[in-house]
T-cell receptor, first 116, second 112 residues
């Protein structure tokens, strides 16, 4: 079974530039998550999609971050404009979200963003 | 968000059992206890989860206290590949939406 795919793996930009990350979840997984992981900390949920609808974006800095999930499958996360404090690993995860199931989240390898 | 408390770091010798503790004194009746681990330069991976009873799978065992205010992840025979950050997380369900809130976890070092 193919895992969660993310691209690019690494990105270096200057502050005030824009950047976009792409995620392809495991086939059939209804729920998709974007997390931000700053060095030395645990992942922090930015946004959660159920199919192509947003169910939680309470921690997404909406003045600069945006995300969409195309046709309930792939997703993109965009930062515009980037700040130094956005340097982090951006993780995408997906889960089946079957009622009564473990709803285990499967994570991709992440995109490491460095903002100079 | 429901909170868990874990030691920042632990060490264990290779091929010995490892007991990773977690306190979750504010757990509510419907919160599941999940454990994930994150190997270096990788995304987190699921280890095990439980509600009230102890659980076993191919990776580990989860021992849950009778009052559910604490739990212990048990690696029966640690290998070098088990060196990772281990996260104890309460899976909270709000209006049908399930959410994991990661803390800083326990960094496990395996000594050869």
């Amino acid at each position: 079974e193919a895992g969660v795919a993310q691209s690019p793996r690494y990105k270096i930009i200057e502050k005030r530039q824009s950047v976009a990350f792409w995620c392809n979840p495991i086939s059939g997984h209804a729920t998709l998550y974007w997390y931000q992981q700053i060095l030395g900390q645990g992942p922090k949920l930015l946004i959660q999609f159920q199919n192509n609808g947003v169910v939680d974006d309470s921690q997404l800095p909406k003045d600069r971050f945006s995300a969409e999930r195309l046709k309930g499958v792939d997703s993109t996360l965009k930062i515009q404009p980037a700040k130094l404090e956005d340097s982090a690993v951006y993780l995408c995860a997906s889960s089946l979200s079957a009622p009564g199931g473990s709803n285990e989240q499967f994570f991709g390898p992440g995109t490491r963003l460095t903002v100079l | 968000d429901a909170k868990t408390t874990q030691p920042n770091s632990m060490e264990s010798n290779e091929e010995e059992p490892v007991h990773l503790p977690c306190n979750h004194s504010t757990i509510s009746g419907t919160d599941y206890i999940h454990w994930y681990r994150q190997l270096p330069s990788q995304g987190p991976e699921y280890v095990i989860h439980g509600l009230t009873s102890n659980v076993n799978n191919r990776m580990a065992s989860l021992a849950i206290a009778e009052d559910r205010k604490s739990s212990t992840l048990i690696l029966h025979r640690a290998t070098l590949r088990d060196a990772a950050v281990y996260y104890c997380i309460l899976r909270v369900t709000n209006f049908g939406n399930e959410k994991l809130t990661f803390g800083t976890g326990t960094r496990l070092t395996i000594i050869p």
